[in-house]
């Protein structure tokens, strides 16, 4: 009880300052349109568009961020097993990592065209590189005691590799999957400009063009509550998986 | 008595040639069948680079270090190590640590055997009420035993130590020592443990080789004339005390050569 209105309460205070800010009179309201005005918005988009476009959109993040991690695990794994290999190829992950995915857009249409491929490339560079550097660094992070005393007690390399570095490549798997779906989200409405019909990025694009504040607002929130959901899916995941960990993930 | 472990004309050294650091010089000792070894020196002088080549993590630079009468070729379950840091398994039960080994293919036993075997040495190193708790609810005394269950569970014929006791405040160090001291004397090993402690030297063990500073040589082999079992009451006999005072001496004087070198390499 008094843990569920903890959590409510920052919620309550930011309708509470988004009212407030409506009403001050500091901004024109037209600006800020009222949250219930964003609410009624919400009831009437959520018979129309608005669930394709929040299943277009979950799709692409999903797709993109499976195909991103099924790459990062392995190649981050190598990368954290094989220092000699990290020395090589650091720089180069550090330079893609750091070019935003927003710069890419000109260039992966003209690759990749205007549809559903050329989002997926976009949404996958950003899971990649995201997760690849989470997985490398965890991994090169394993104490090399664990492989000394498989190796004494008789384990063979396959034995080590499936008996030890793969549950201790688990808790760094999922916060690979953690980040790189909170950054890919971040890069969905990016991805969705690439003139994109259906999804909350395009949603957003739409309203932008007219001038509809509170449906901006409605593709904003959606974008927000997917990824917290999705959050907290993993986080519950992790808590099944990593049950031996002192601090869960 | 048969030498299980010798050390033969042993050298180490690291590094590039324009900057190779001997650590190892011209070693040579062996310890026999059943016997239990301690191996005493200044931090840094190469005490574990020696244990690291009966395990099998490394070889000599120069000379042969056997086991029964063959180089050491790489690690193996006929050898248990136990280190500093206990290396118990996080992601595994207290159970499922101990049966770790029971399940590879190199001494694989059936389900049945396996519980057997655990139950035994949980029993024995008094885990029993923890079978299937995590490691992180453990103490470090408790971790330690763990790992002894562990190696013992394959059924290794020596045991290889490295200041295992280490990190333990006094009370649980002096538990572990008579644990171990009471589990040899049911289940014997070959034993060679590396320590820092003259007092734990002593105690436990029937020889102890006094390394010096590095590169690291014999300073003097020390026979310890007490017959086992070994109880506490064993420190205050007079030529327990005697003997202590003589090593405290020898390695004193290794430490502190030891401390100029580190002085003049930092210089
Ligand atoms: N792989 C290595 N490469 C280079 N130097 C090493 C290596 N292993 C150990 N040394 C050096 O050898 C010396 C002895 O190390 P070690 O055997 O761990 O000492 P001890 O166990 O007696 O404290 C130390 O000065 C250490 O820095
Ligand atoms: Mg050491």
Redesign the interface.
Known sequence: MQRAALILLPWLAILAAWYAVHHSGLINPALVPAPHAVAARFAELGTGRLPLDVLMSTRRVLTGVALGIALAVPVGFLLGWYRQVRTFVDPLVNFFRALPPIALIPLVIVYFGVDELAKTVILFYAAFFAGVIVMYEGIAQI?P??L?????????DS?IFL??VV??TVPHMLTALRVALGVAWATLVASELIAAQQGLGALIQDAASFFQLDIIYVGIISIGFIALAMDLVLRAIARRLL????RLA | MTDRIVFEDVSVAFGPPERRLQVVDNVSYAIGDGEFVSVIGPSGCGKTTMLNMV???MKPSAGRVLLDGRPVA????D???I?Q?Y?V????TVRQNIE??L?????RRDAARRAEISDRYMRLMGLEDFADA???MLSGGMRQRL?LA??YA?EPQFLLMDEPFGALDAQTRSAMQNLLLEVLRTEGKTVMLITHSVEEALYLSARVVVMTARPTRIREIVEVPFGYPRAEALHEQPEFGRLRSHLRDLVMQEYAAQARQRFAVTD
């Open positions: 104490s005691i664990y000394r005393v498989a190796r004494t007690l008789g384990a063979s034995e008996k030890v549950p201790m049950v031996w960990q002192e | 395990a099998g993590f790489g690690p193996g379950p050898r248990g190590v280190f840091e290396g398994f996080p992601w595994l770790f080994g399940k590879l293919r190199a001494n995590w490691p992180r790992a562990r190696a394959v």
